[in-house]
């Protein structure tokens, strides 16, 4: 099997190449990612718990999804297909918002990220895919604000983050 590369980018989402994603995550290096926050018609957000075997931040909760574009996929598309991959349904989803962060792993290892974050619907349960997810749950943003301040051990090191953002933006 490949390893997975990911698309390295300036701070204006300009390309300069790729790397193979262990790499850039061990040398730390701005790559392009996307976060997907799916609501539903009671204003809740689907959360999931990373599964017990990944290889970093394993079972810690976290956005609906997140992963890399690949060459010559759109925001959108990359969203989408990783939504079907990890959740277990599509749905149309916006691109909200796009930002610069930088998070460390639990194992040594950080993200450098420009993170598009999109959002979507859906009202029914998902589908979920064992090897990536070991749980999920809707919440309530303003819930998930407060269980943050609470546990922040809970949850993986970028949604802390990134749901900040979101959440300013919805609110």
């Not at 394993?58 to 956005?63: A, I, K, Q």
């Not at 909200?96 to 999109?118: I, R, W």
Request: a negative charge; hydrophobic letters at 35%.
């Amino acid at each position: 099997m490949n390893e997975e590369v990911v698309i390295l980018v300036n701070e204006n989402n300009e390309e300069l190449g790729t790397m193979p994603k262990m790499e850039a995550h061990e040398k730390a290096v701005l790559h392009r990612a996307f976060s997907v926050f799916i609501m539903n018609n009671n204003g809740e957000t689907m959360l999931q718990q990373r599964a017990a075997d990944k290889y970093h931040s394993p079972l810690l909760w976290t956005n609906t999804c997140c992963s890399h574009q690949r060459i010559g996929e759109s925001n959108i598309e990359a969203g989408r297909r990783r939504l079907q991959e990890e959740m277990g349904f599509d749905t149309e989803l916006k691109e909200l918002f796009s930002f610069v962060y930088k998070a460390p792993f639990d194992n040594g290892l950080t993200e450098h990220e420009l993170d598009h974050v999109m959002m979507g619907y859906y009202n029914n349960e998902p589908k979920i895919n064992t090897n990536e997810v070991a749980n999920w749950q809707w919440m309530k943003p303003a819930l998930i604000k407060e269980d943050i301040e609470k546990f922040p051990e809970k949850y993986t090191a970028w949604f802390k983050i990134i749901f900040e953002r979101f959440y300013e933006h919805i609110n």
